[in-house]
């Protein structure tokens, strides 16, 4: 258990390597990865009526509304008074950020500048196993087996929403709505910015920044935890 609570959030555009940065944060530092889309997934498949009015958004590429949003993602945020985590896909407005602020102090935010090009490249070829969160790419990190989860064998889906015509309006969007949520955690002096094309040279960036804010030694029960 560490000694001082860590929160963190990561922020960028869709495909910008949120998810798969937050898992080797997870795995090096023994925070727990809180994925907002996977648990509004979760609420979908569970039918509940937060989940069935997000659904409603979600399959029309829309965002779910700020008050939906809060009402999911707050509550169970403060439940985690025992654990360092690092939250993923929340806030994505200067509402939500504005709320998360009234909940709790954030320690970092990491931001991640991703050029266009390559969001697109990297978005057509995600596979991702909807039971876990599990992300793949066909190029970057290929399942074992070709279309399977390595862990559970299930097959991998692919979201209508990565394709090339969805992109375009969703990148525009997340430019709009996450301007003014870094000019506020610039002002705060949490925010970090990593620029580059490849996750693999962005990480040691990351990787020594965390260091010098928190001790590396993974805990036994933690990764990619979606919320319950
Ligand atoms: N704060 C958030 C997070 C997610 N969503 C909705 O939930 C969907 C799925 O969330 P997530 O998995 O985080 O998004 P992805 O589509 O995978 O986008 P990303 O590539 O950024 O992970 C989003 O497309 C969006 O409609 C939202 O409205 N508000
Ligand atoms: N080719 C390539 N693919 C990457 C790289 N980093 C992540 N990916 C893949 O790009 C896709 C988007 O990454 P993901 O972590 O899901 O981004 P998110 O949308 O910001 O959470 C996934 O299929 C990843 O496996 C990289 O450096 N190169």
């Not at 001082?4 to 555009?13: N, Q, S, T």
């Not at 266009?116 to 070829?125: A, G, N, P």
């Not at 793949?136 to 990190?141: C, L």
Request: hydrophobic share 35%.
């Amino acid at each position: 258990m560490m000694a001082k609570l860590f929160r963190a959030v990561i922020m960028g555009p869709p495909g910008s390597g949120k998810g798969t940065i937050s898992e080797r944060i997870a795995q090096s530092f023994g925070l727990k990865h809180l994925s907002s889309g996977d648990f509004l997934r979760e609420n979908i498949a569970a039918d509940t009526e937060a989940g069935v009015l997000a659904k409603t958004y979600i399959e029309r590429g829309l965002m779910v509304p700020d008050h939906v949003m809060t009402r999911l993602l707050l509550p169970r945020l403060e439940e985690m008074t025992r654990h360092s985590w690092l939250m993923d896909g929340f806030p994505c407005t200067l509402t939500q950020a504005k709320a998360l602020n009234s909940t709790c102090d954030l320690d970092l935010v990491i931001s991640l500048n991703i050029p266009y090009e390559t969001l697109k490249d990297r978005l057509s070829d995600r596979w991702i196993h909807p039971g876990s969160g599990r992300v793949y790419n066909m190029g970057f990190n290929p399942p074992r087996v070709q279309g399977r989860d390595d862990l559970s064998g299930e097959p991998l889906i692919q979201h209508d929403n990565d394709q090339p015509e969805a992109l375009v309006a969703r990148l525009r969007h997340y430019k709009d709505v996450a301007k003014p949520v870094i000019d506020l955690y610039k002002s705060k002096g949490i925010l970090h910015t990593f620029s580059g094309t490849e996750t693999d040279k962005i990480w040691p960036y990351i990787n020594s920044l965390l260091s010098t804010k928190i001790p590396s030694r993974p805990e036994t029960d933690t990764q990619h935890i979606p919320l319950p």
